[in-house]
Protein backbone atom coordinates (compact mmCIF):
# COMPACT_ATOMS: atom_id res chain seq x y z
CA UNK A 1 0.00 0.00 0.00
CA UNK A 2 0.92 3.80 -0.21
CA UNK A 3 3.36 5.31 2.17
CA UNK A 4 1.99 8.31 4.50
CA UNK A 5 4.15 10.39 7.17
CA UNK A 6 3.55 12.36 9.64
CA UNK A 7 5.97 14.97 11.62
CA UNK A 8 6.85 15.00 14.32
CA UNK A 9 5.20 11.87 15.81
CA UNK A 10 5.44 13.59 19.94
CA UNK A 11 5.17 17.11 20.67
CA UNK A 12 4.65 18.74 24.17
CA UNK A 13 3.71 22.10 24.15
CA UNK A 14 2.73 24.84 26.80
CA UNK A 15 -0.40 25.80 26.71
CA UNK A 16 -0.81 29.03 24.29
CA UNK A 17 1.62 28.63 21.41
CA UNK A 18 1.16 27.11 18.00
CA UNK A 19 2.25 23.32 16.95
CA UNK A 20 2.40 22.27 13.40
CA UNK A 21 1.81 18.95 12.07
CA UNK A 22 3.21 17.61 8.83
CA UNK A 23 1.28 15.12 6.77
CA UNK A 24 2.93 13.77 3.54
CA UNK A 25 2.21 11.19 0.85
CA UNK A 26 5.59 9.53 0.11
CA UNK A 27 4.78 7.50 -2.97
CA UNK A 28 2.06 9.03 -4.25
CA UNK A 29 0.02 12.42 -5.09
CA UNK A 30 -2.79 12.96 -3.09
CA UNK A 31 -4.95 15.45 -4.13
CA UNK A 32 -7.01 15.55 -1.22
CA UNK A 33 -5.78 14.52 2.71
CA UNK A 34 -8.07 14.17 5.29
CA UNK A 35 -7.42 15.22 9.19
CA UNK A 36 -8.63 13.64 11.71
CA UNK A 37 -8.77 13.32 15.80
CA UNK A 38 -8.93 10.46 18.16
CA UNK A 39 -8.89 10.62 22.09
CA UNK A 40 -8.31 7.86 24.09
CA UNK A 41 -10.44 4.50 23.82
CA UNK A 42 -12.50 6.25 21.54
CA UNK A 43 -12.99 6.27 17.65
CA UNK A 44 -11.75 8.75 14.84
CA UNK A 45 -13.21 11.89 14.25
CA UNK A 46 -12.92 13.70 10.86
CA UNK A 47 -11.63 17.32 11.31
CA UNK A 48 -11.37 18.89 8.00
CA UNK A 49 -10.98 17.52 4.18
CA UNK A 50 -7.75 18.65 2.68
CA UNK A 51 -7.89 19.90 -1.19
CA UNK A 52 -4.75 20.82 -2.99
CA UNK A 53 -4.88 24.38 -3.79
CA UNK A 54 -7.82 25.25 -2.45
CA UNK A 55 -9.19 25.94 1.06
CA UNK A 56 -9.95 23.10 3.84
CA UNK A 57 -13.58 22.18 4.48
CA UNK A 58 -14.24 21.86 8.01
CA UNK A 59 -16.86 19.62 9.80
CA UNK A 60 -19.50 21.04 11.49
CA UNK A 61 -17.58 21.49 15.00
CA UNK A 62 -14.18 22.32 14.26
CA UNK A 63 -13.15 25.86 14.39
CA UNK A 64 -11.12 27.00 11.17
CA UNK A 65 -9.39 29.41 12.51
CA UNK A 66 -8.29 27.68 15.48
CA UNK A 67 -6.94 24.38 13.36
CA UNK A 68 -5.19 25.70 10.12
CA UNK A 69 -5.01 23.68 7.56
CA UNK A 70 -2.73 24.39 4.30
CA UNK A 71 -2.09 22.16 1.27
CA UNK A 72 0.20 23.61 -0.61
CA UNK A 73 1.53 20.60 -2.66
CA UNK A 74 0.19 17.30 -3.86
CA UNK A 75 2.24 15.79 -1.21
CA UNK A 76 1.87 18.04 1.57
CA UNK A 77 -1.04 18.78 4.08
CA UNK A 78 -0.01 20.88 6.75
CA UNK A 79 -2.08 21.33 10.24
CA UNK A 80 -1.45 24.15 12.64
CA UNK A 81 -2.91 23.99 16.38
CA UNK A 82 -2.84 27.42 17.33
CA UNK A 83 -3.09 29.12 20.57
CA UNK A 84 -3.50 25.29 22.00
CA UNK A 85 -5.25 24.48 25.45
CA UNK A 86 -4.96 21.01 27.26
CA UNK A 87 -8.25 20.21 25.55
CA UNK A 88 -6.48 19.96 22.32
CA UNK A 89 -4.28 17.31 23.49
CA UNK A 90 -5.53 14.13 21.43
CA UNK A 91 -4.10 12.13 18.58
CA UNK A 92 -4.25 13.11 15.28
CA UNK A 93 -4.18 11.45 12.58
CA UNK A 94 -3.76 12.33 8.90
CA UNK A 95 -4.89 10.29 5.70
CA UNK A 96 -4.91 10.54 1.80
CA UNK A 97 -5.98 9.20 -0.74
CA UNK A 98 -6.25 8.68 -4.67
CA UNK A 99 -9.84 9.95 -5.11
CA UNK A 100 -13.61 9.44 -4.42
CA UNK A 101 -14.13 5.74 -2.91
CA UNK A 102 -10.48 4.72 -2.83
CA UNK A 103 -8.60 3.60 0.23
CA UNK A 104 -7.35 6.40 2.54
CA UNK A 105 -3.87 5.56 3.91
CA UNK A 106 -3.50 6.62 7.43
CA UNK A 107 -0.45 8.43 8.62
CA UNK A 108 0.99 7.42 11.71
CA UNK A 109 -0.77 9.83 13.86
CA UNK A 110 1.12 12.68 15.84
CA UNK A 111 0.61 12.60 19.77
CA UNK A 112 -0.13 15.94 21.16
CA UNK A 113 -0.25 17.01 25.00
CA UNK A 114 -0.71 20.29 25.78
CA UNK A 115 0.33 21.34 29.20
CA UNK B 1 -24.60 14.22 7.75
CA UNK B 2 -23.63 10.48 7.91
CA UNK B 3 -23.78 7.98 11.27
CA UNK B 4 -22.25 5.06 12.00
CA UNK B 5 -23.51 3.07 14.75
CA UNK B 6 -21.28 -0.22 15.31
CA UNK B 7 -21.90 -3.17 17.49
CA UNK B 8 -20.59 -4.76 19.96
CA UNK B 9 -18.25 -2.14 21.96
CA UNK B 10 -16.37 -5.64 23.17
CA UNK B 11 -16.14 -9.09 21.60
CA UNK B 12 -14.77 -11.76 23.56
CA UNK B 13 -14.45 -15.18 21.61
CA UNK B 14 -12.24 -18.60 22.08
CA UNK B 15 -9.31 -18.92 19.80
CA UNK B 16 -10.19 -20.65 16.50
CA UNK B 17 -14.18 -19.27 16.94
CA UNK B 18 -15.76 -17.42 14.76
CA UNK B 19 -16.37 -12.99 15.18
CA UNK B 20 -18.96 -10.82 13.86
CA UNK B 21 -18.79 -6.78 14.17
CA UNK B 22 -22.22 -5.25 12.87
CA UNK B 23 -22.65 -1.77 11.54
CA UNK B 24 -25.39 0.48 10.32
CA UNK B 25 -25.34 3.99 8.85
CA UNK B 26 -27.44 6.52 8.05
CA UNK B 27 -26.87 8.48 4.88
CA UNK B 28 -27.95 6.08 1.98
CA UNK B 29 -25.67 8.16 -0.47
CA UNK B 30 -22.73 6.48 0.73
CA UNK B 31 -21.45 3.89 -1.25
CA UNK B 32 -17.51 2.67 0.12
CA UNK B 33 -17.33 1.36 3.57
CA UNK B 34 -14.04 0.16 4.55
CA UNK B 35 -13.14 -1.86 7.92
CA UNK B 36 -9.90 -0.67 10.05
CA UNK B 37 -7.62 -2.81 12.49
CA UNK B 38 -6.07 -0.37 15.09
CA UNK B 39 -4.05 -1.66 17.53
CA UNK B 40 -2.64 0.84 20.54
CA UNK B 41 -1.40 3.80 19.81
CA UNK B 42 -0.48 2.95 16.23
CA UNK B 43 -2.18 4.15 12.69
CA UNK B 44 -5.46 2.24 11.59
CA UNK B 45 -4.53 -0.63 9.08
CA UNK B 46 -7.65 -1.21 6.41
CA UNK B 47 -8.39 -4.99 6.80
CA UNK B 48 -10.97 -5.14 4.21
CA UNK B 49 -13.65 -2.58 2.11
CA UNK B 50 -16.60 -3.17 -0.22
CA UNK B 51 -18.50 -0.99 -2.22
CA UNK B 52 -22.27 -0.50 -2.66
CA UNK B 53 -22.17 -2.50 -5.94
CA UNK B 54 -21.09 -5.79 -4.07
CA UNK B 55 -23.36 -7.91 -1.91
CA UNK B 56 -20.90 -9.57 -0.11
CA UNK B 57 -16.82 -9.87 -0.33
CA UNK B 58 -14.14 -12.42 1.20
CA UNK B 59 -10.19 -11.98 1.68
CA UNK B 60 -8.95 -15.91 3.69
CA UNK B 61 -10.34 -15.53 6.69
CA UNK B 62 -12.01 -12.46 6.39
CA UNK B 63 -15.04 -11.47 5.38
CA UNK B 64 -17.50 -8.54 5.08
CA UNK B 65 -21.38 -8.29 3.95
CA UNK B 66 -23.27 -5.01 2.82
CA UNK B 67 -27.06 -4.88 2.84
CA UNK B 68 -27.65 -1.59 1.07
CA UNK B 69 -31.28 -1.63 1.71
CA UNK B 70 -31.37 -1.98 5.55
CA UNK B 71 -28.60 0.23 5.17
CA UNK B 72 -25.94 -2.54 7.38
CA UNK B 73 -22.79 -4.02 7.16
CA UNK B 74 -20.97 -6.61 8.90
CA UNK B 75 -17.05 -7.62 9.39
CA UNK B 76 -17.07 -11.82 9.84
CA UNK B 77 -13.42 -13.18 10.99
CA UNK B 78 -13.45 -16.77 10.78
CA UNK B 79 -10.56 -19.11 12.65
CA UNK B 80 -9.93 -16.02 15.31
CA UNK B 81 -6.11 -16.02 16.21
CA UNK B 82 -4.07 -14.38 19.34
CA UNK B 83 -3.43 -11.41 16.80
CA UNK B 84 -6.53 -10.63 15.39
CA UNK B 85 -6.61 -8.74 18.72
CA UNK B 86 -7.32 -5.46 18.22
CA UNK B 87 -9.61 -2.32 18.08
CA UNK B 88 -11.91 -2.66 15.05
CA UNK B 89 -13.46 0.28 13.33
CA UNK B 90 -16.30 -0.12 10.59
CA UNK B 91 -16.34 3.80 8.49
CA UNK B 92 -18.51 4.80 5.08
CA UNK B 93 -18.17 7.42 3.19
CA UNK B 94 -19.59 10.83 3.01
CA UNK B 95 -20.17 13.47 0.07
CA UNK B 96 -17.59 16.29 0.01
CA UNK B 97 -19.43 19.90 -0.03
CA UNK B 98 -16.80 20.24 -3.08
CA UNK B 99 -18.38 17.77 -5.11
CA UNK B 100 -15.17 16.64 -6.28
CA UNK B 101 -12.57 14.58 -4.97
CA UNK B 102 -12.49 11.79 -2.23
CA UNK B 103 -14.69 11.93 0.47
CA UNK B 104 -14.02 11.79 4.57
CA UNK B 105 -14.98 8.74 6.73
CA UNK B 106 -17.28 8.56 9.23
CA UNK B 107 -16.35 6.12 11.89
CA UNK B 108 -17.73 3.69 14.32
CA UNK B 109 -17.26 3.68 17.64
CA UNK B 110 -15.18 0.95 17.43
CA UNK B 111 -15.07 -2.87 18.72
CA UNK B 112 -12.66 -4.04 21.24
CA UNK B 113 -12.39 -7.48 20.15
CA UNK B 114 -10.46 -10.33 22.65
CA UNK B 115 -9.37 -13.73 21.38
CA UNK B 116 -9.36 -15.84 24.78
CA UNK B 117 -6.50 -18.40 24.31
Known amino acids: GAVVSQHPSRVICKSGTSVKIECRSL??????MFWYRQFPKQSLMLMAT?????????EQGVEKDKFLINHASLTLSTLTVTSAHPEDSSFYIC???????????FGPGTRLTVL | GENVEQHPSTLSVQEGDSAVIKCTYS??????FPWYKQELGKRPQLIID?????GEKKDQRIAVTLNKTAKHFSLHITETQPEDSAVYFC????????????????FGKGTHLIIQP
Open chain 1, 95 to 105: SASLGRGYEQF
Open chain 1, 27 to 32: DFQATT
Open chain 1, 50 to 58: SNEGSKATY
Open chain 2, 27 to 32: DSASNY
Open chain 2, 50 to 54: IRSNV
Open chain 2, 91 to 106: AASIRGSSGGGADGLT
